[in-house]
């Protein structure tokens, strides 16, 4: 296939303006893209080029870009009200949503709902309200978990140092425990979740008293850390856990919501139901929401305004929703995560007996995560592999993107249509052959650092 992206002109001249006045915490070094517009599964940039998104904006537009329906409640919408702080009064979106919200989340038991602005505030207020509900202190966490960069959220994260350096005091009393690998195990063993489960036991034995901890925050799949699956039996172990020693389970399903998976929320694949669910991201497609669903004796455990934002619940990110979340269930899109999901999991299986250099394919429905390794024996994690294959799909027209150093992040639309699927599995695999015939150079690993 020949390059489909030819000049950056354009782009260039845009990022050179935004170096002068931009900060540099906000973009992850990948590739220097601007971009003009993006419908359905395609993002264009302002030099005429065109990419297949396997993106999603980071897991944000799980129903394409611009989907018409989205957008044509949100013009309607535009022209009636734009927003009044929620702490002074309410509108019909907001209830409206919240209803639907309380219907497609885990739990069959009462439930309400509070709203915010990103995955990080929706984390920090799950937080709170654990806290707050429990008058107990103590936070578990696990290893390699993303959870944001506000200051509670960031508290709980581990996936990263940058996000924690010279960051002064952290949220004190959370704890950090191990989450299961089983393809890199931790313990080194082939009963990773065992061995995890013990190490938390031990950690409640020596370390944080059982009885003072408020609530545990899990991802019930790791995304940011290179879509980790944890064994059904880990997750049993630990509702167990919770259960004995009532402590909250907080799932973060900020990336795996909203059909991501391919079920509305990923504790759904282990029979989880969350004392809070935290959503965002995807559950406006793409406007400024999120929420926290929970339990009605915790979500009313605290006062006014502990709970507040201004600019929560906008009628216009609430209309948003309410389609998206019409959009999943009408064009059955959980369904369809599945189903592609497995049909890309497959190619990706004839490529890894093809090309040496895979070696593990993981994740579910269409969050999926393609392990690349220097030898499949080994395992160690090939970076400099990931960074080509992502640099090369770029200039063939695909934008991808990778994490945890080396791991291939697929995460198309849901909405992707069979034959731009087909497109970019083609491309990626034109890539693979690029990159192990020694065709993309090294130089371009100075341009794509990723992370
Ligand atoms: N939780 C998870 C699991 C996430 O993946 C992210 C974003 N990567 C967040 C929370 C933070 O969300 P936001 O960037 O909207 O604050």
Not at 128 to 137: D, E, G, I, N
Not at 326 to 331: D, G, H, Q, S
Not at 397 to 414: E, H, K, Q
Request: proline share 5%; charged share 20%.
């Amino acid at each position: 296939m020949n390059n489909l992206v030819n000049k950056m002109d354009e782009n260039m001249k845009w990022l050179k303006r935004e170096n002068e006045v931009l900060g540099s915490g906000m973009r992850l070094p990948f590739f220097p893209l601007v971009i003009k517009e993006a419908k359905g599964e395609f993002i264009y940039d302002y030099d005429g080029n065109k990419w297949i998104d396997f993106l999603s904006s980071a897991c944000v537009t799980n129903t394409g870009h611009a989907h018409p329906v989205i957008i044509d409640r949100m013009k309607e919408q535009m022209d009636q009200l734009v927003h009044y702080n929620p702490a002074y009064a309410s509108h019909e979106n907001l209830i409206a949503l919240s209803e639907e919200l309380i219907r497609i989340t885990p739990g069959n038991f009462s439930k309400k709902v509070t709203y915010g602005l990103s995955g990080s505030d929706a984390n920090d207020t799950a937080i709170k309200l654990a806290r707050s509900y429990t008058r107990k202190s103590k936070i578990l966490a696990f290893s390699r978990s993303y959870h944001g960069n506000t200051y509670g959220a960031l508290s709980a994260s581990a996936v990263s140092l940058p996000m924690r350096q010279n960051m002064g005091p952290l949220l004190p009393d959370i704890y950090h425990i191990p989450f299961p690998d089983i393809y890199r195990p931790q313990f080194k063993t082939d009963n990773e979740s065992e061995r995890c489960i013990a190490a938390i036991k031990h950690i409640l034995e020596t370390v944080c008293p059982p009885e003072e901890i408020a609530a545990i925050i899990i991802e019930p799949i790791q995304g940011d850390s290179g879509v980790i699956v944890p064994q059904q039996a880990f997750i049993d172990e630990l509702k167990q856990l919770c259960n004995e020693h009532g402590i909250l389970i907080i799932a973060d399903e900020v990336q795996t919501g909203f059909g991501r998976t391919g079920k509305w929320f990923a504790s759904e694949h282990f029979q989880l139901e969350p004392d809070l669910t935290v959503m965002g991201k995807a559950i406006a497609s793409g406007m400024p929401l999120s929420a926290v669903v929970g339990r009605s004796e915790i979500m009313t455990s605290w006062q006014p305004p502990a709970g507040a934002f201004s600019l929560a619940a906008n009628p216009i990110s609430c209309v948003a929703s309410r389609a998206t979340i019409e959009v999943i269930e009408t064009e059955n899109l959980t369904k369809r995560a599945q189903e592609l999901g497995s049909y890309i999991k497959n190619r990706f299986r004839y490529f890894q007996e093809r090309f040496g250099v895979i070696g593990d394919i993981r994740g579910e429905g269409l969050m999926l995560g393609i392990d690349l390794v220097g030898s499949q024996v080994s395992k160690e994690p090939n970076h400099s592999y990931a960074a080509k294959i992502c640099w090369s799909c770029w200039e063939k027209g695909l934008f991808l993107t990778f994490f945890s150093g080396s791991v291939l992040r697929i995460a198309p639309p849901l909405t992707i249509k069979e034959e731009y699927l087909e497109q970019a599995l083609q491309i990626l695999e034109e890539s693979f052959e690029d990159v192990t015939a020694g065709r993309v150079p090294d130089s371009v690993l100075d341009e794509i650092k990723g992370w």
